[in-house]
């Protein structure tokens, strides 16, 4: 037995097609019997096929359910258990069809099969229904280039890919190989075991660092403990650390304009632990003690270009003498990103920034947009992105982090169609042919 509760709502969409109406949605909600043996009464069923239609927008719906605090199952009808002869279903599937926005989220029935009083009781799927109508509509959708991947992560990936397909297993991974959940969970079920510091790996075992670079007490452990060490330090920041040897041999202080507590920055500062500091803003400078020796400074690559410049003019002014690096530490990509994502900024009324939270330049990429006076966001995925932000944005700039998949952008255009007519218009900065070249042993790079 089951109880539609969006009854008028199925009929509406029903009359509203029989009249023609291409663009009305179609919402289909309600109580059904599920025979997955993992759903249970009261599970929220979102589906991402219906009538052979794909619900692109599914993942959003799914997203806003698990932040209201509901147990969300998505997938296609039969994935979920669910009959295709339900009432609530059987009486909607004729009405769906390719060019109209869909969304299909029933709630799983008593385990006796019958329906529960209110198949709702939280209000979660009316609001979410709600907020998936508002964000309706046609929209503009600006993509900003260069975005994703960067020459670094590309190599660092296939550093670990290679290692994978050519054996043995397990392959270790000192830290998150880059910065990035989709990456490192990809990785880890292809078999690459992630490890914070190499006492967890065993002895002679393949190990293999991040692109963000390790100290050189980090590399003397794993030649301590025999371990077959590939090395995915990001090309630019393996400069950063020749300069800070550099400086360091001539008896500098060195100055690292960077982020506490971020890895690249610890594996820099450990080039040279005695005689390098580090500094954040231009107030940490003001605070710095006299210095009436020789002074350099480096910065992380993955720092806001407004940001670090603020910080060496504190610098330059607070050491006169003060010298910086021969070429600009900042990575070429950073910078890419930075200036294409503050050009979608300008003309956007939200910017959504594809990376995970604990990505410095995905992060600058948020402050990039906010900056412009722009909405801006970082979300790891589609499913990340709150609908409410969407309603009343016609213009909507996407870009992503140096260490997000092209692919998580593919998902969030897909999303942004699903909820109606979208223009997409590519606006490009510069246009990268960087690559690096894979450590001795692994071969030629194909990115």
Request: with cysteine.
């Amino acid at each position: 037995m089951t109880k539609d509760v969006a009854n008028d709502e199925t009929k509406d969409v029903t009359a509203r097609t029989a009249a023609g109406s291409a663009a009305a949605p179609l919402v289909v909600t309600g109580t059904v019997a599920s025979s997955h043996p993992d759903v249970r009464p009261g599970d929220v069923l979102v589906a991402t096929e219906f009538s052979a239609v794909t619900c692109a927008s599914a993942p959003l719906l799914t997203g806003e359910l698990r932040r209201a605090g509901r147990r969300v199952r998505a997938g296609t009808l039969a994935d979920l258990g669910v009959p295709l002869d339900e009432p609530v279903v059987a009486a909607a599937l004729r009405a769906a069809r390719p060019d109209r926005p869909t969304a299909v989220v029933l709630t799983a029935g008593s385990a006796d099969g019958h329906a529960d009083d209110d198949a709702d009781p939280d209000g979660a799927v009316g609001r979410a229904i709600g907020a998936w109508r508002a964000a309706l509509g046609p929209r503009a959708v600006l993509l900003a280039e260069p975005r994703s991947f960067c020459a670094g992560v590309d190599r660092a990936i296939e550093i670990v890919e290679r290692l994978l397909d050519r054996g043995p297993h397990p392959v270790y991974v000192r830290k998150e190989i880059v910065h990035n959940t989709h990456v490192v969970r990809d990785l880890a079920a292809r078999g690459a075991v992630f490890v914070e510091e190499l006492d967890e790996v065993p002895q002679g075992a393949t190990v293999v660092f991040s692109a963000h670079g390790v100290s050189p007490a980090v590399r003397r452990d794993a030649e301590l403990r025999g371990l077959d060490v590939y090395d995915a330090t990001c090309p630019l920041v393996s400069k950063v650390h020749a300069e800070v040897r550099r400086y360091a041999a001539r008896g500098d202080r060195i100055y690292l304009i960077g982020h506490a507590g971020h890895e690249e920055s610890e594996g820099t500062i450990g080039e040279a632990p005695e005689q390098t500091v580090l500094v954040q803003t231009a107030d940490d400078v003001a605070a710095l003690p006299d210095d009436e020796g020789n002074a350099s400074y480096v910065m992380q690559t993955t720092l806001g270009a407004d940001e670090a410049d603020s910080v060496a003019a504190a610098l330059h002014d607070r050491f006169p003498g003060i010298r910086g690096p021969g070429s600009d530490d900042i990575c070429y990509a950073t910078t890419n990103r930075q200036n294409a994502v503050r050009e979608v900024a300008a003309q956007a009324d939200l910017v959504l920034v594809v990376g995970s939270t604990n990505s410095s330049n995905s992060v600058r990429l948020v402050e990039r947009s906010e900056a412009e006076g722009t909405k801006a966001r970082l979300v790891e995925d589609l499913g990340d992105v709150p609908l409410g932000l969407l309603a009343g944005a016609g213009t909507v700039g996407v870009t992503a982090g140096a260490s997000a998949a092209p692919a998580l952008v593919e998902e969030i255009v897909a999303g942004l169609r699903a909820l109606g007519p979208v223009r997409t218009q590519e606006v490009r900065v510069a246009t990268e042919t960087v690559t690096f070249g894979l450590p001795s042993g692994l071969g030629e790079s194909t990115a």
